[in-house]
């Protein structure tokens, strides 16, 4: 388990700040209280594997112990980079971008099980949509309970949204909760 290096860090923190905008220092600086230290440390970001984990500062110290090959997994993987290069985040970030987001999008209970499927949400399904959200964005997508469902890209603007027909693409599809059963092999 190793830091990430510069040109690594760069494509973690763009993806990371597509989804959460300014509060991305919120991660960055957020304080962990893992481990028996008495004062808090700092999370950080480490590569192990091709996966990128978000850690407490006091876990890494102690994973020292264990052999490289030997260890599996510490704290929690956001993403992974590609053979390309390319930084893709994970189901497993959501949890971390959900209380973060920038831009969220409620989904209808009937259009929730279709999202979990792995498809795209529809202007059919949307509850409610917040303001200010450009295509390309990142959106966080919740149920009408606030329970974090998943996140994609936002294929249409707030605007356009409002004039679109039932059954254009709203936010493109990225990951989902559902991936725990369909893919659980390869979490």
């Known amino acids: 388990m190793r830091t990430l ?36 440390g ?34 929690t993987c956001i993403g992974k980079f590609t053979k390309g290069g390319s930084f893709h985040l ?22 929730e099980m279709s999202f979990l499927y792995g498809n795209h949400v529809l202007k059919g399904g949307l509850g409610r949509i917040t303001d200010s959200i450009n295509p390309g964005d990142g959106v966080v997508v919740f149920s009408m309970s606030d329970v974090p469902l998943g996140f994609g890209i936002a294929a249409k603007s707030t605007q356009d949204c409002r004039k679109l027909d039932p059954n254009g693409i709203v936010v493109l599809h990225q990951a989902d909760i559902g991936e725990y059963l369909r893919m659980e092999d390869d979490l």
């Open 5 to 40: 290096d510069e040109n690594e860090t760069t494509q973690v923190f763009e993806k990371l700040f597509k989804f959460t905008g300014n509060n991305l220092k919120n991660i960055v600086e957020n304080p962990s209280h893992e481990g028996p230290d008495s004062e808090p």
């Open 42 to 75: 700092r999370y950080c970001f480490r590569l192990n594997k091709n996966r990128v984990y978000y850690v407490g500062e006091s876990l890494v110290r102690r994973a020292t112990n264990v052999g490289r090959q030997n260890l599996v997994s510490l704290g």
């Open 90 to 111: 994970t189901i497993q970030s959501l949890g971390i971008l959900a209380t973060n987001a920038k831009h969220k999008v409620w989904l209808k209970p009937t259009s």
